[in-house]
């Protein structure tokens, strides 16, 4: 089944370390999104890629760096820059939209809990 | 700048009522996407429907329903006969139809429905 993968489901982070969290997709999507969701405020956009070997700061992207190789596989680190770095963090794809045509959906990960020893 | 408002922060209901969850949209574009997400315990976003700003047509999907009003620019969402699997955080989101922009969502609404 095609989908998008999200690990590991929990990350615990010590202060002063770098961690990595993985999102990788097999729909053949060309746009992908990193998400941090906090008790009450929504999702909040980290950083978002339309296309391989390019991505975009989003909302809030101090303290956090992705990368974009591969078409299935997009990548966030944690750096510790992030000093609060406790949240939800959801993964996201999208078919490219093209000029005129209807914006696609989202299609989401199950997402990674990431705390703070 | 685009914003999406969802001023009920929690609601909960018994099982078998009606409720409807309040979605209440800012943006200058004429041409404009809306959608809902249901987000269970799991964790993971489920698309729900996806409206653009031309179709102001009202939805009905089973036990679901959306009212779409661009003179209020609101776009509330109604359950009807809810159940305990209604249960979840549901947010509403705008796009835009230019660029690949990604979604602003509200910041949701936690429904619990108890039976």
Redo the contacts between chains.
Sequence with gaps: DGGITQSPKYLFRKEGQNVTLSCEQNLNHDAMYWYRQDPGQGLRLIYYSQIVNDFQKGDIAEGYSVSREKKESFPLTVTSAQKNPTAFYLCASSMRRRRGATNEKLFFGSGTQLSVL | AQKVT?AQ?EISVVEKEDVTLDCVYETRDTTY?L?W?KQPP??????LI?R?SFDEQNEISGRYSWNFQKSTSSFNFTITASQVVDSAVY?CAL???S?????V????TRLSVIA
């Design positions: 969802q922060t996407y959608f997400y799991s964790g993971e976003l489920v698309f996806r653009n947010f796009s835009r139809n660029g690949n922009t990604p979604l969502f509200g910041k949701g």
